[in-house]
């Protein structure tokens, strides 16, 4: 098992313990399987790298591994054939814990995904990273994980028709969701006590693109030590003019503030939802305990 099967990295390794393929170049690798193993990164002695490094992974599986101390990230999934070239795609990460890379001096992630989609994350836990998952592809289903502490949870960038549903985000200091693409679905998630308390943060913002979907998941801000900017906040530019409205509805805003308003005051500095745009917005519902 991962607590007693250990890889780790040797001091100023500044690279992958595990590479799958050690360059880009027309590689394929399908179904590979890592099964119950433990990376320690030892961050404190590296200036890049990470737990592994998988090019061109093709239907392979990552199950019951643990990835801790990883500078840059636990795991890297990324392309075929390098730049521009073919994805690779439908690999599963399932029951994996991505740990402590929140003191990292480099990019401090559980999972980057980049030219590697139509992948399946599955009940596994992230938890003291600047980052635990970077989506860097879309078109990926993340379900059933816990984002517990460190600062972003799931940031989906510059992508599309990801899949985030049934994860839980708890004490995230900065956002649980950062989404910037079109197309994506929150489902059903629960957030709670997100922000740092410096009102700079939303718990799920949504940056710059339109269409997305965003439905019933449960916000709840509980005290001022974890005030947020707000829970939803469409950050605009041109998003409607570009993609159009996003989908936000039978949303459950829970707070401890007496306002009534869902744009406006609250305990949620800015309001519960703050939009940029006009959007569809049916059936959401505030609580005030």
Not at 39 to 45: K, L, V, W
Not at 266 to 284: E, I, M, P, R, W
């Amino acid at each position: 098992g991962p607590e007693f099967t250990e890889l780790k990295s040797k001091a100023s390794l500044n690279g992958y313990i595990l590479k799958i393929n050690s360059t880009q170049t027309n590689n394929n690798n399908w179904r590979v399987r890592i099964r119950d193993i433990k990376f320690d990164g030892t961050m404190a002695s590296q200036s890049s790298g990470g737990g592994i490094q998988a090019f061109g992974c093709i239907q392979s599986e990552f199950s019951g591994c643990h990835f801790e101390n990883c500078y840059d990230y636990g795991m890297y999934l990324w392309d075929c054939q390098g730049g521009s070239g073919a994805f690779g795609h439908h690999n599963q990460i399932i029951n994996c814990l991505f740990d402590q890379g929140e003191t990292s001096g480099g990019i401090g992630c559980g999972l980057y995904m980049r030219n590697n989609d139509e992948n399946c994350v599955l009940a596994s836990q992230f938890q003291y990273n600047k980052f635990g998952i970077i989506d860097e592809s879309g078109f990926n289903q993340i379900e059933a994980c816990s984002l517990v502490d460190g600062q972003v949870g799931i940031k989906i960038l510059d992508s599309s028709r990801t899949r985030v549903n049934n994860c839980v985000f708890d004490f995230c200091s900065h956002e649980g969701v950062l989404l910037r693409g079109p197309f994506n679905v929150v489902n059903a998630c629960s957030f709670y006590r997100c922000s740092d308390g410096s009102v700079t943060y939303d718990y799920l913002l949504i940056d710059y693109y339109g269409t997305n979907v965003i439905t019933n998941n449960t916000f709840q801000a509980e005290n001022n030590s974890f005030k947020a900017n707000s829970a939803i906040n469409e950050n605009g530019n041109v998003a409607e003019d570009t993609y159009g409205g996003n989908l936000i509805a039978h949303n459950y805003f829970i707070s401890t503030s007496s306002s009534t308003s869902l744009q406006g005051s609250s305990n949620f500095t800015t309001g519960a939802l703050v939009q940029a745009n006009t959007n569809t917005t049916d059936n959401n519902v505030t609580r005030f305990s």
